[in-house]
């Protein structure tokens, strides 16, 4: 009896366990088909949200998720295929409570818009002041309002004096013939390939620094030598750029404590500093003791030290400080990187190589000496009014920068409510991106043929002609335009027909060129390259067919 009872209730025991657990497992059940069914609603609801914003939002991530499938592939080509898909504008939402929510446009009527109609309303902004004040401080780079204008007025008056002219062509000119092309000739003579974009890099930053505080860092000289002015302002600038991607209370944090990136970036600070420093205490004594009859400096320091603020005391060495690095940051890479590109360009479009090697021969053909025959082995100085002529050349860089902007994308921040005219909303405090990159290659602007190298679609007649600043936004446009643009066209023609009238230039069979992410558009890998000599008959079938 007792084993039938003990066995009935072990029964009762093992079925109502059974059951308990039936019941556990059906509640179980439901919570699970619950949780499937929000899953699936939110999974499909993210996806139909593709069709209004581009992309699938997702909730608490936005869009990242896509944004990091971006970013392993090609971020640049990413956008670009978003915004043509979206009729090029479209809003990205980034993980709630982030700053990552702005509005991508590669629309011209909004770029009309931003850049020059509502000038006012699209500032720089607190965001990126805040971000880069460390470094660029008060410069025209990072300053809005009466700071920027002040600077703009005074930098634009010296850009188009005569003075400036003779120092930045003098100053070109020196750079390459007495450093650049020995540079090149040594690594013919040893038969070495080199990294192009290394040793053009150096040569704006030399030339830029010679314009700012009229000095010569030296970073071009055989050997190619670290410079510890420049790796200073290298690492400055990289310290800066990561400060982007980081957030805001979390880098803020970093620098209080003195920790990782942030004490890199003290660091390299106070190296750029220690150099403006020296440099401003140097030229303040240098101008103390001149004389007027002595020749004077026309560099951009002279001319802010030699003007007065506001309340008529001269500017603090801070400002000037601030001025100089600014100038520097904004002309030193640049030209540098499109040159790269159209290099690189160019080998891949040999037609357009001999087109530039026929007009440039044409127009030395037309020098009276030449005229007379002259001896080809004479080292050969390109006039300033020869480089103006040169169209054609003016195009090829151009649609180099069409393609590769060498600022790829560029940003504001909206301080008052607004419309863009292709009606997308802008709320207060909204950061909007303009993707310089993806108008090069939109259809809609371009036409068909818009991914290809084309010079020619920048000339009629024969004749180089400029682009809307809206449709070509490679020098921005309204007031904020590059104000280093005339230059940057003369410094990148001289050193590109420098080049090309020695030496073809072969890109390192298997040699990788995809464009690094970062604030200017650097060739990941540099541009390894063997220089092969111009032989004399080769140039001579170009001068002779241009008689
Ligand atoms: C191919 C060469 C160059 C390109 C593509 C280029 C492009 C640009 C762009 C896109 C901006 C607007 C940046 C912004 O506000 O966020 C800019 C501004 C500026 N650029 Fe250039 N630049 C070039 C060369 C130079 C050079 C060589 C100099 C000086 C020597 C220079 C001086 C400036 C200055 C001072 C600004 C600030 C203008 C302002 O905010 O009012 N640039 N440039």
Redesign the pocket.
């Known amino acids: 009896m007792n084993n039938v009872t003990t066995n009935m209730s072990s029964d009762d025991g093992v079925v109502g366990n059974f059951v308990s657990r039936r019941l556990f497992f059906l509640q179980y059940l439901h919570v699970l088909e619950f949780v499937v069914a929000v899953l699936v609603f939110l999974v499909i609801n993210s996806l139909r949200q593709r069709r209004r914003y581009g992309l699938p939002v997702w909730p608490f991530l936005g869009m990242v998720p896509s944004l990091v499938s971006g970013l392993r592939s090609d971020l640049y080509e990413w956008i670009s295929d978003i915004l043509c898909e979206q009729n090029g504008t479209f809003r990205f939402k980034g993980p709630w409570f982030s700053s990552l929510n702005c509005v991508v446009t590669a629309d011209p009527r909004n770029l009309e818009h931003l850049l020059k109609s509502k000038f006012s309303v699209f500032p720089?902004g607190p965001y990126f002041r805040d971000t880069v004040r460390d470094l660029l401080g008060d410069g025209?780079?990072n300053a809005d309002d009466e700071t920027?204008q002040r600077q703009?007025k005074t930098?634009s008056i010296e850009f188009h004096s005569a003075k400036f002219r003779q120092l930045t062509t003098e100053s070109l000119l020196e750079l390459v013939h007495a450093r650049l092309l020995p540079v090149l000739e040594n690594a013919v003579n040893q038969s070495i390939s080199i990294d192009l974009q290394d040793v053009l890099l150096r040569l704006?930053f030399d030339n830029?620094c010679m314009?700012?505080f009229g000095v010569d860092p030296g970073c071009l000289r055989l050997g190619l030598p670290e410079i510890p002015f420049a790796k200073a302002f290298e690492d400055a600038t990289e310290a800066t750029l990561l400060r982007f991607v980081t957030p805001t209370w979390v880098w803020k944090t970093m620098r209080c404590l003195d920790l990782g990136t942030e004490k890199k970036l003290k660091k390299s600070i106070k190296g750029v500093d220690e150099f403006a420093e020296e440099v401003i205490r140097t030229r303040k004594k240098e101008l103390s003791l001149q004389t007027e009859d002595k020749k004077q400096r026309s560099d951009l320091l002279t001319v802010f030290m030699r003007l007065k603020d506001e309340q008529g005391k001269p500017f603090s060495d801070k400002f000037l400080r601030d001025i100089c690095v600014?100038?520097i940051l904004?002309?030193r890479d640049?030209?540098s990187?499109?040159l790269s590109w159209f290099f690189w360009l160019l080998e891949k479009n040999p037609v357009v190589e001999q087109k530039i090697l026929a007009e440039i021969c044409k127009i030395v053909n037309e020098r009276d000496d030449m005229k007379n025959g002259a001896d080809l082995k004479s080292p050969l100085i390109f006039r300033p009014e020869e480089i103006k002529k040169m169209d054609y050349l003016q195009a090829s860089l151009s649609e180099a920068?069409r393609l590769y902007?060498?600022?790829p994308v560029?940003?504001k921040e909206v301080v008052e409510d607004d419309t863009f005219p292709d009606g997308t909303l802008l709320k207060k405090g909204t950061k909007v991106i303009y993707a310089?990159y993806a108008m090069g290659r939109m259809e809609a602007i371009w036409g068909k043929h818009c991914r290809e190298y084309k010079p020619e679609r920048w000339l009629r007649d024969g004749r180089y002609m400029s682009e809307s600043a809206y449709k070509f936004?490679?020098?921005?446009g309204g007031?904020?335009?590059?104000?280093?643009?005339d230059?940057?066209y003369y410094?990148?023609k001289f050193v590109a027909a420098s080049i090309l009238y020695r030496y073809r230039v072969e890109v390192v069979k298997g040699h990788v060129v995809v464009p690094k992410l970062a604030l200017t558009m650097y060739m990941k890998h540099g541009l390894k390259v063997n220089l092969i000599k111009r032989h004399e008959s080769e140039l001579q079938v170009y001068l002779e067919n241009n008689v």
Do not use: E, Y
Request: aromatic fraction near 12%; charge should be positive.
């Open positions: 720089k025209i780079f920027w703009r930098a704006t830029v314009i700012a600014n100038f904004a002309g640049t030209s990187v499109a920068l902007p060498s600022v560029d940003h310089i936004t490679a020098f921005n007031p904020r335009l590059c104000l280093g643009k230059f940057a410094q990148m």
